[in-house]
């Protein structure tokens, strides 16, 4: 039997049937490769009669798409022919105005919004987008804004039960906004699962919907008094550098129960104000919170009310609120900026409260390349192509207004994932996989829209192989890229603050990356030695890249001497004015560059072998930034972002 029907049935669905690799070579996706993940996505082709069903559902499914997007002041051609040449728009406000079609074509519309298009006994959904997101430019028009990334959980203050909260992060924000920064950029904070504390990465989420309680102060909504009077062992911060989370994760379960017993037992029964709020929360969430408590309240490891995974998250909404509140009282222009995760465990409250948004059977992740031959496996699943246009974006829709909720921006983890996601089928190695493809233009207007009516700004991480096209389309569509110290080279010579993109954001580096301080003192390279080995040529090519960056360095006017130095404390000085200096429309500096640390948050590719997610700062976050080394480098960013 020939495999073109199948190929050609991969091609309909969206499947790429071969990609060319990081070496620039063509690579074929082998047929059983291509069987596996059709039938995945529910188009079975093991026979001729298969493939035409699936041929069918294709179509049927593509004529039944329920939302039409469409950009600000553009003509939009309908994806189906009319002969009615007259239509109706009901805008989102119930005004109306008659259009004239031309050719099947809409004509401009200039009103953004989600409306509704009635045309020949039909009505179809449309949304109208501006052209583009806003960007940076148009939250500050005076100063070349810079700010702080950090990890919410190695943040610390007394009384935070040995995980970093959002009162913690109100400090740390109030502190960072006297000496002029714009924004702190945080991991996800995305709901994990409760029943299981040691599953606490933040990229694995159950729920990219809802928070993580372990992150909040329930004091921002409660009081300060409440909750001391309910405080167990909880409210005793270990004294390890590192988080213990399954202790400390229990112990702040223990005193959020304490709380919700005392708010049912105080607030509900008397239908206090509080109570109403709660109540008033409970109801504008709907069926998606619902469900999700209902997820929650399944797995929990003893009896549990069904409205105390209800209560948890009427408290993260508010403390998260807080912070963004303290952000900007504090003079912030954007404030914080969350992180939107790729995908999701295929274990966890989203997928398994709407299966049918999901792609079960396949996994995400990244075919072969120069630094990880095997291929990538990251465990996660996401929203099926198909589902997103049957179900007019929803899913999408509701994911970025969860992420925008309280926060001034948004960087969407793996951006290509707008436009196409290695996917790999259970059970296959990552080698195994085929790219699917996704509705890039409608999402973009999404994002467009959505970014409007929330005023925020959208990252996007756009590191390793990217096509130059994706970053042509997200750079039309007002999405900042980001600018890694490490990755912005011409062969081996860094790149000239001037010659790094105006659109993008500028970064030290990031929490999956060397430390500066690391990087220069070889400490990654150690590491990765002692776990998977580690030849003589990268150890000798570190050295050769060190002269590199310091010359850099030096024709920027950042470096202090001529010579590369021995000390560490010297190069973190000069890369941060070198990030600083950058054409960059935003820059952002991890807080470990800022005190000179020489561990990274995370290693890429371990589990037990690093402590990932785990380390906590050493000073308290509203000290952090008082040090010597800290004020001296929070000066020369303002200095160089003047």
């Known amino acids: 039997m020939s495999d073109a029907p ?122 109208v987008a501006p052209r583009r997101c806003l960007t940076v430019s148009d939250l500050v028009h005076d100063r070349r804004p810079w700010g702080l990334s950090v990890q919410l959980y190695s943040l ?28 702190v950029a945080l991991s996800p904070t995305h709901s994990l699962f409760p029943e299981d504390p040691t599953r ?44 213990d989370w399954p202790m400390a994760g229990n112990a702040k379960y223990c005193l959020l129960r304490q709380l919700f017993d005392d708010f049912a037992q105080d607030e509900l029964r008397q239908d206090s104000p509080l109570a109403r709020d709660f109540q008033r929360f409970v109801q504008d969430r709907g069926e998606p919170l619902r469900r999700h408590a209902e997820f929650e309240t399944a797995r929990a490891l003893q009896p549990t009310s069904p409205q105390f995974p209800l209560f948890l998250q009427w408290l993260a909404t ?10 900007r009282d504090a003079g912030m222009r954007i404030g914080l900026i969350s992180d939107l995760a790729v995908g999701l465990d295929p274990a966890g409250s989203d997928v398994a409260t709407r299966p049918q948004d999901y792609l079960l059977g396949l996994r995400i992740g990244a075919p072969p390349d ?73 999402l973009l207007r999404l994002a467009a829209l959505e970014s409007h009516r929330h005023g925020a700004i959208v990252i996007g991480e756009d590191l390793g192989t990217v096509p130059p096209a994706f970053r042509r389309r997200c750079r039309a569509a007002g999405i900042a890229g980001m600018d890694v110290l490490w990755f912005q080279r011409d062969g081996r010579r860094f790149l000239a603050p001037r010659e790094w993109r105006p659109e993008a954001v500028a970064m030290t580096t990031t929490h999956d990356l060397p430390t500066v301080a690391g990087w220069w003192r070889g400490a990654d390279l150690e590491l990765r030695r002692d776990l998977a080995g580690l030849g003589e ?31 560490a404390e010297p190069v973190v000085d000069a ?55 800290a004020r001296r480098r929070l000066a020369l960013i303002a200095k160089h972002r003047a």
């Open 6 to 127: 199948v190929r050609d049935l991969a091609r309909r669905a969206g499947l790429a049937v071969s990609w060319t690799d990081a070496g620039s070579h063509r690579r074929h996706v082998g047929i059983g490769t291509l069987r596996h993940i059709l039938a995945a996505l529910g188009l079975p082709c093991a026979s001729a009669g298969q493939r035409r069903e699936s041929f069918e559902r294709l179509t049927r499914q593509r004529a039944a798409a329920r939302l039409l997007t469409a950009t600000a002041g553009m003509r939009l051609s309908l994806p189906q022919p009319y002969q009615d040449a007259s239509a109706e728009i009901v805008y989102e406000d119930g005004s109306r105005d008659s259009l004239r079609l031309d050719a099947g074509r809409l004509p401009a519309l200039d009103r953004t919004g989600y409306h509704r298009l009635l045309i020949g006994g039909h009505e179809h959904p449309i949304a």
């Open 156 to 183: 610390s203050r007394d009384g935070d039960g040995g995980i970093g909260d959002t009162t913690a992060l109100a400090d740390l924000a109030t502190s960072a906004a006297r000496h002029s920064a714009d924004a």
């Open 200 to 243: 606490f990465s933040p990229y694995s989420p159950s729920s990219r919907l809802f928070l993580n309680p372990l992150l909040i102060d329930p004091a921002a909504v409660l009081g300060r008094e409440r909750v001391s009077k309910a405080a167990t062992d909880a409210a005793a911060a270990p004294a390890d550098r590192l988080i």
């Open 318 to 327: 508010g403390a998260f609120a807080a912070a963004q509140r303290t952000c």
């Open 370 to 442: 120069l630094f990880n031959p095997r291929g990538q496996d990251w465990g996660l699943t996401t929203f099926s192509p198909e589902t997103l246009l049957a179900e007019g974006f929803a899913p999408f829709v509701a994911t970025l207004r969860a992420a925008l909720r309280h926060a001034g921006g948004v960087r969407i983890d793996h951006a290509m994932g707008l436009m196409r996601l290695w996917l790999v089928p259970d059970g296959a190695s990552p080698t195994e996989g085929a790219y699917l493809s996704y509705p890039l233009d409608d």
């Open 537 to 567: 040529d990268e150890a000798s090519q570190r050295e050769a890249d060190r002269t590199n960056l310091w010359q850099a360095f030096e024709d920027a006017g950042v470096a202090g001497s001529s010579q590369p130095p021995l000390d």
């Open 575 to 629: 890369a941060v004015g070198f990030v600083a200096e950058a054409a960059d429309a935003l820059a952002l500096v991890p807080l470990e560059d800022v005190l000179g640390l020489v561990d990274p948050p995370n290693l890429p590719g371990t589990i037990d072998e690093h402590p990932n997610w785990r380390r906590r700062y050493a000073m308290p976050a509203a000290d952090l930034l008082s040090g010597p080394a």
